[in-house]
């Protein structure tokens, strides 16, 4: 069974960065595409951003583009998500998810495996 635990969540004020933390269980971590989604109350599911298994391909929704940044680290089974430049429109729960496949996606209905969350908030 694969685990993936966020970290690296909070309150920061508008403008403000924060770097989110998604470690994974197995030993299968680099044989598949990671992602960054995120769910504000009452609303969707929505993409942020993906990652390919080697980390050669990226993906970002258009309104995070040039101020978020994925990457990971398949030696230490982990996936980042940067976050400059934060705004109060970013407020949501980040969840990390693990593709069904070694290629980046934008489709919730890609990912197999989901973390519980982590909290982000932006103040204005």
């Known amino acids: 069974q694969v685990q993936l635990v966020e970290s690296g969540g909070g309150l920061v004020q508008a403008g403000g960065s924060l770097r989110l933390s998604c470690a994974a269980s197995?030993?299968?971590?680099?044989?598949?595409?990671m992602g960054w989604f995120r769910q504000s109350p009452g609303k969707d599911r929505d993409f942020v951003a993906a990652?390919?298994?080697?980390?050669?391909?990226?993906l970002s929704a258009d309104s995070v583009k040039g101020r978020f940044t994925i990457s990971r680290d398949n030696a230490r089974n982990t996936v980042f998500l940067q976050m400059n430049n934060l705004k109060p429109e970013d407020t949501a729960v980040y969840y990390c998810?693990?593709?069904?496949?070694?290629?980046?996606?934008?489709?919730?209905?890609?990912?197999?495996?989901w973390g519980q969350g982590t909290q982000v908030t932006v103040s204005s």
């Open positions: 998810a693990r593709s069904a496949s070694n290629y980046a996606s934008t489709r919730v209905v890609e990912y197999a495996y």
């Open positions: 990652i390919s298994r080697s980390g050669g391909n990226t």
């Open positions: 197995g030993r299968t971590f680099s044989s598949y595409a």
